[in-house]
């Protein structure tokens, strides 16, 4: 799975929009991009994914660029309880052993009142 | 039930002792999967079972390290003769989306072991 690269810390006011960078610039022509967050406590939970297309659902937005080297997840009115540790992860769909979730560091997002 | 539970929600060790730990995933879930999370880093890949057979657990770190699913619901991760570099959250998920869908995974709040 290729590597992604996120900041360490990001800080966003209650209300506004928390726009999450993700660079992955070795990602192959069949890798996903996938969003989980993990709640202080408790285990990670799926966001969002897309595959080359912009994605939107209750939770989020994922913006892909077009080159798919990187992509911003966009919470869009961020609220004190999406104060988590956000990762992105780049896998491919389906085929061999592939069931594997690579998490790495994250990004610690704080939602500041 | 409504999603993954896990038990013991923290556990204190001494070093040496043998310690289990409990993942009941969703229910109808086939696949099965335990994470270890050291403290500051991302989650990292033990072991994988499709209904009751382990397909894959070339995660785990030793031969202390050992997971079972008899009946292809309950698991059971025991450390055999825990050492203090053991210390960390593990955690269960389960996913009902097949193993290779990467959104369909609902993870428990784990278990912190502590050894002392």
């Known amino acids: 799975d290729a590597k992604t690269t996120q900041p360490t810390s990001m800080d966003c006011a209650e209300g506004r929009a928390a726009n999450l960078p993700c660079n992955h610039s070795?990602?192959?022509?069949?890798?996903?991009v996938y969003w989980y967050r993990q709640i202080h406590s408790q285990g990670p939970q799926y966001i969002i994914h897309g595959l080359k297309n912009n994605e939107t659902n209750e939770m989020a937005s994922l913006i892909i660029t077009e080159d798919r080297k990187s992509s911003t997840l966009i919470l869009p009115h961020a609220t004190l309880r999406d104060t988590a540790v956000y990762y992105c992860i780049v896998r491919v769909e389906s085929g061999g052993s592939n069931y594997k979730l690579t998490f790495g560091k994250g990004t610690l997002l704080t939602v500041n009142p | 039930g409504a999603g993954v539970s896990q038990s013991p929600r923290y556990k204190v060790a001494k070093r040496g002792q043998d310690v289990a730990l409990r993942c009941d995933p969703i229910?109808?879930?086939?696949?099965l999967f335990w994470y270890q999370q050291a403290l500051g880093q991302g989650p990292e890949f033990l072991t994988y079972?499709?209904?009751?057979?382990?397909?894959?657990k070339s995660g785990l770190p030793s031969d202390r390290f050992f997971a079972e699913r008899p009946e292809g619901s309950v698991s059971t991760l025991k450390i055999q003769r825990t050492q203090q570099e053991d210390s960390a959250v593990y955690l269960c998920?389960?996913?009902?989306?097949?193993?290779?869908?990467?959104?369909?995974?609902?993870f428990g709040s784990g278990t912190r072991l502590t050894v002392v």
């Open positions: 070795t990602i192959s022509g069949n890798e996903y």
């Open positions: 998920a389960s996913s009902s989306t097949g193993p290779s869908a990467g959104y369909g995974y609902t």
């Open positions: 229910s109808g879930h086939v696949s």
């Open positions: 079972f499709q209904n009751e057979a382990q397909l894959d």
